[in-house]
Every structure is written in C-alpha cells, then in structure tokens.
C-alpha cells in the first residue's frame, strides 16, 4: 500500500446519513448528480459497509457515525444503544487528533457530539442533543435554529404549516446568523413548496427540505467564520425521505393504490440526492483548493415491504401529556428524538425517585401489557420509547387509535398521549453504505473493493498526514497514489 506524498492540511466530511449507491448510481449516470460525480472521477469511491451491535438487528445512526469517528468497532467504542451520548465514548475521534496537532475544527450536526467538548473550533451537536448547548457556548441560537426546526417537524406533520409568527421569529434568526441574500433562493423553493403542498406528507417533505438549506447556510457562514482544518456537514434527508417515501417511488412493491396526489411523491427520494448534491456543491466552492473531501454514509438503505413497525401510521410520544398523566410535569424536562423521548430533571435538581417505576406502570387497557420500554441513562436521565410488537395479535390488528392507556387506575384513548405522524415507514438501514475520497495524490477514477466503516478514521487522518491517536479496528484503505 502506498503512502501518501503531498498531504493536505485541510479536510472536510459531507456525511450524508442513509446514502446508497443502488439509488446513487443511476443518479449519477443519469447527470443529476454532478458534484458527486466530479469527486468519484477525481478520487476513489466505493461501498461502505456498515457496523452493528451483537444481538441488534439494526444498522443505528448513533453506533455507525462513533465507528466512522473512531475507527473501532462498538464493543471498543463504547456506544452500543441509540440513547447514548458523547460521554459514553470511550475513543478518541479524528477530530481529537486534528485538535492534538494544533488544527482547527469545526463540526456541525455529526450525531454523539453532545454534550460538546471545549475545542479550538465550533460545535453544533445534531438533534440527539437534549438542549441547546454548543461551543462555543455564543453559538446556542444556531442549536436553537435546528431544534425549532426538528420541533416543528415533530410537532405539525399532521397538521400542516409553520405558524406566521413562528416563520417571522426564524427569519430574524436566520439573518442575525449570517443567512445572507445568497441562500435566498433556495429557501425561498423549499417555502413556496410548504405553501403550495396540499397534503401533509408534502407539507413534511417540504420542512425537510427547508432544514436542510437552512443547516447548510448556516454551516458555510460558520465555516467562513471560523476556517477549521477538519470541517464537517451531516445530512439526514436523504435518510428520513428514504424511510417515509420509498413507497412511492416502488409503489408495485408494497401493493399500493396511488392516488394523482401521491404520485407526486413518486421522485421524493432521488429528488432528496439531488438537493443533497447541491448542498454538496455549495461546499466545495468555499473548500480549500487543496483539501482532502469524503463523502461518507453511515449505513445504506433498503425497501422494507413489510415493515416491522406495527400499524399503519407511526406515532410520537407526546412528552408533555405523558409527564402529566404520572404525576411528574413539572419534575421532568421531556426532549423528543426521533421516535423516543429523552426526560431529565430541571437543573439543580434530581431525578424523582419513583420516576421509572411510573413511566412502567403505563399500561395498555387491550392487553394488560406494559405501553413503554423504559431505560436509565446514568442517574440523570430516562429514556421511553413505544412498545408495540408485532407479536401481539391486538396491536397486528392495527388500529392503534382504539387502545386505552391506564395509570394509577386513570383511563384514557392512546391518542392522548400518542399523535401521528405520518405512514410507517417503506424502507430501512442497510449495511451497504457509500464512500467517496478525492483530493491530493488520491487516485483518480478508483472503484475499491467493499471496506469497513471502521476503515474511515485511519484513512483519513493518513490523507493529511496525522498519526494514529490509538488502535483502530479499522485499515488505511489503498487509495494514495
């Protein structure tokens, strides 16, 4: 294997969350895709495959992004559950080794960054964050930007829009951090399309599409600002539209009946590569000419025909009523992440005592069986999440709005302390991911065998010429030239 000769100093990661090639590369051959494929002409590129934990059927987020950062597998890494936090890593990341060669980061939404870490640079964790912190602490607006948009997601994909108000208090925001007259236009896109969506999975694809120009512009005004040697942007829409909307793209495969309205979905998940692409290409005009570029998914993404979320809709917890129903509403500060909820304690205060032992004593009405999977999270937090398996008959049946929760010999519909929001999900993580490496003396135009996540960490610190900070799992993969 060759080492590298002219190194770089500068490197910035574009991680694009649920990318694959089996949607890419038509993608790509078809032209929609130009600045993807300017790196795979220029560099080496291949298939990613992802890491799981022993015993887990799934390909997590949280597990595959610490492994990239890492390169060591879970059981060295120490994050081996979707709740968990940077606390629990247990290795050093790329970016501590950028930081220990006195080079600037800069770090924006790469999940298991929170809490952040005080660096020569800037941190803004992604949305498993359970507050608004970031570092420096001057930059919790720009959290607050993210999470008003990841809350307006959660709580309005049934019903529609954003509020009047709500939009003007984000603008002012957004212009207040560096959102100039340049990314105008694309928000101004995603915006008419929020207007103009007539149902509410149009209305939902349209807010993502929103997030993601707002987190890029936001990005490149911080990356202007603060011009780190590792700079890195993460993308979750080609993730979340692959999850909801794969079914209209293959609508034979999951035996649907289209209606005009959703046939306007059909393009929903190549359409998110290609906004994704010209994020991308927003990147790499403020790059440095010399910079090392990776493109990188986390795990790839597959159609599930048969999905294994039970129903026909997917439901969030609703925090604040389920806090209510045990008695703890003002003893409990309820986070929502992705389908789960995260509850901690006000500061400067404890934990109830009795917390888990409430949150247990939810039941459903229809089977007698406990409604939440309940875990704690050090002394200081608890996580819930849904617990609805398909192996019971009463929840395969469907029609989930018919169940009654009871607690504490109180009675109420599920829909009280359950909304929904949205269709099951049509598709769901794979292992096969996607990498792509360009910059000085990467070979160019290199197809690679299949390689590890855990080849990414060495690579990279190899291409700008960093040692290893400690053992990896993981290989420098044979792409110097």
């Known amino acids: 294997m060759n080492k590298p000769g002219r190194r770089p100093t500068h490197a910035i990661v574009f991680g694009i969350s649920g990318a694959t090639w089996d949607v890419a590369a038509p993608l790509l051959a078809a032209g929609r895709l130009p600045h993807l494929q300017r790196l795979v002409a220029d560099g080496c590129s291949a298939t990613m495959l992802s890491v799981r934990v022993a015993g887990d059927r799934h390909y997590r987020p949280q597990v595959g992004w610490v492994t990239a950062a890492t390169g060591c597998l879970p059981e060295h890494h120490g994050v081996t559950t979707f709740y968990q936090t940077a606390d629990d890593c247990r290795r050093v990341t790329v970016w501590d080794a950028f930081q220990a060669h006195g080079r600037r980061v800069g770090l924006f939404a790469w999940p298991l960054t929170w809490p952040p870490k005080p660096l020569d640079g800037f941190v803004i964790p992604c949305y498993h964050a359970r507050n608004d912190t970031t570092w420096p602490p001057e930059l919790a607006s720009v959290k607050r930007i993210e999470r008003q948009q990841h809350e307006a997601r959660q709580g309005r994909e049934a019903s529609g829009s954003l509020g009047r108000r709500e939009w003007v208090d984000l603008s002012l925001h957004l212009w207040r951090n560096g959102i100039r007259p340049s990314a105008i236009p694309a928000l101004g896109a995603c915006a008419g399309r929020l207007l103009l969506a007539r149902d509410p999975a149009s209305r939902a694809l349209a807010l993502r599409h929103g997030k993601l120009e707002v987190s890029a512009a936001m990005f490149l005004h911080l990356y202007k600002r603060w011009r780190p040697h590792l700079g890195t942007f993460h993308s979750f829409l080609v993730d979340n539209v692959s999850h ?166 109180r009675r109420l519909p599920f829909c009280e302390i359950a909304r929904r929001a949205g269709r099951q999900r049509s598709a769901m993580h794979d292992q096969r991911g996607i990498l792509v490496l360009s910059g000085p003396d990467i070979r160019p135009g290199v197809k690679l065998p299949d390689c590890s996540l855990t080849d990414f960490a060495p690579t990279l610190l190899a291409a700008v010429g960093l040692p290893a900070p400690g053992p990896f799992d993981g290989r420098i993969l044979d792409v110097f030239g």
Request: no cysteine; net charge positive; glycine share 8%.
């Open 244 to 409: 909801r909307y794969w079914r209209y793209r293959d609508p034979a495969r999951f035996g649907e009946r289209v209606s005009p309205m959703q046939g306007r979905l059909a393009s929903a998940v190549d359409d998110a590569y290609v906004r994704t692409d010209r994020v991308l290409g927003r990147l790499l005009r403020v790059a440095p000419r010399d910079a090392m570029i990776a493109v990188v998914s986390e795990h790839g993404m597959a159609p599930e025909p048969s999905s294994n979320e039970v129903g026909e809709w997917q439901y969030m917890i609703r925090g604040p009523r389920l806090s209510a129903l045990i008695g703890l509403a003002t003893e409990l500060v309820d986070t929502p992440i992705a389908r789960w909820i995260s509850y901690r304690s006000p500061p400067g205060k404890s934990l109830p005592s009795d917390a888990v032992s409430r949150f247990r004593q939810v039941r459903v009405v229809e089977t007698g069986l406990p409604l939440f999977n309940v875990y704690e999270h050090g002394s200081d937090e608890i996580i819930v999440k849904f617990s609805i398996s398909k192996q019971v008959p009463r929840y395969l049946a469907g029609d989930l709005d018919a169940l009654h929760v009871e607690y504490n010999g």
